[in-house]
C-alpha cells in the first residue's frame, strides 16, 4: 500500500511542474521625480510691514574717521560733567562762563552715541585752533532742526579771543533737511592766524534742534572758498566774550552734576 502511494505521488507532482501556466511579474511605475512644484508666494508689500525695531550700528567714539579735526570734542564723546576743561562752552548772553551741559545719549545722534541739543534763543561755541602752514579752513556741523528749513540753526566760524580774522558763516547747501530731518552746515574759508571757534545758535521759537559731528580742518590742496567774511554782528562779539572767560586760567565753577555729587557724598557721611 505505502509503496503504490509513493508511485501515485510521484505521477502527480510532475504533471504539476510542468503546467503550461507562465508567470510575468508586474512592475509598477515609478513616482514622479520632479513634480511640479507650486507657485512661489507674492512678496508682502513693503509698505503694509510694520517693523517691530530698527537696529543701527555706531562707533561709541564718535566721528573717528576724522581724525585730523582741530575742535576739542566734535561730537560730544568726551564731554562730561566732571571734566576740567571743556571742548563746548555756552556762549550766550550769561553772566560769567559755565561749560555746555545741554549733552545726552540719543540714538537719534548723528554720530557716536551722545550728542548736544539746543533750545530756543540758545548759543554754544565748540573750541578748536586753527590748521597750520596757511591753509584754508573746511569746517561743518550736522543739525537737526525741528522744522523744514536748515537756517532754524546758524553756525559760523569766529575768532575765539579778539576779531584778528573774519567771522564767516556755515550753510547748507540745499537749505532743506534731509529725508531723517538733519541738515548739513559747511563752509570753505581762507587761513586764519588764531584759535578758531565753532558759533552755533537757534533761531526757532519751539522745540529743540540736535547739533553733532562738527569738525574743522585744514581743506584739501585746491579747494575754494565758499564763503566770504560775515557783517560785523554784536552776537559775535558776546560770544568771543564768553570764550575768552572760558579759555582764561581761573578756578573752575562746579557744574549742577558736581554740586550734587558733592551733596550726596555730604549726606553719606
Known amino acids: 500500500m505505502k509503496r503504490a502511494f509513493l508511485l501515485a505521488l510521484a505521477c502527480v507532482v510532475p504533471a504539476a511542474c510542468g503546467s503550461d501556466e507562465s508567470f510575468e511579474p508586474v512592475v509598477a511605475e515609478a513616482p514622479d521625480a520632479s513634480p511640479t512644484a507650486p507657485p512661489p508666494a507674492p512678496a508682502p508689500d513693503a509698505s503694509s510691514v510694520t517693523p517691530k525695531r530698527t ?4 562707533n561709541p567714539f564718535g566721528n573717528v574717521a576724522a581724525s585730523d579735526n ?6 560730544f ?4 560733567a ?4 571743556a571742548g563746548w562752552v555756552n556762549a550766550g548772553i550769561v553772566v560769567s562762563y559755565s561749560a555746555f551741559s545741554q549733552v545726552r545719549p ?3 545722534c548723528k554720530s557716536g552715541l551722545k550728542c548736544g541739543y539746543l533750545t530756543q534763543n540758545q548759543r554754544v561755541a565748540a573750541i578748536g585752533v586753527a590748521p597750520a602752514g596757511g591753509k584754508k579752513v573746511e569746517a561743518s556741523i550736522w543739525v537737526k532742526v525741528p522744522g523744514t528749513a536748515c537756517s ?3 553756525a559760523a566760524l569766529i575768532a575765539c579771543d579778539y576779531q584778528t580774522d573774519p567771522d564767516v558763516e556755515l550753510a547748507d547747501a540745499d537749505g532743506v533737511p534731509d529725508a531723517s530731518g538733519w541738515c548739513q552746515l559747511t563752509v570753505v574759508a581762507e587761513p586764519r592766524q588764531r584759535a578758531t571757534c565753532l558759533l552755533v545758535e537757534s533761531h526757532f521759537d519751539e522745540g529743540e534742534a540736535l547739533i553733532d559731528d562738527a569738525v574743522l580742518r585744514a581743506a584739501p590742496e585746491g579747494a575754494v572758498s565758499s564763503a566770504g567774511a560775515a ?3 554784536e552776537r559775535f562779539e558776546q560770544a568771543r566774550s ?3 572767560q572760558a579759555l582764561r586760567p581761573a578756578p573752575r565753577v562746579p557744574s549742577q552734576a558736581e554740586r550734587a555729587f558733592e551733596s550726596w557724598q555730604r549726606r553719606a557721611r
Open 242 to 244: 564768553r570764550i575768552r
Open 77 to 80: 564723546e568726551w564731554s562730561t
Open 55 to 58: 537696529v543701527t550700528t555706531k
Open 70 to 75: 582741530l575742535l576739542w570734542d566734535g561730537d
Open 82 to 85: 566732571f571734566a576740567q576743561q
Open 152 to 154: 532754524e540753526v546758524g
Open 106 to 108: 540719543d540714538p537719534a
Open 231 to 233: 557783517a560785523p554782528s
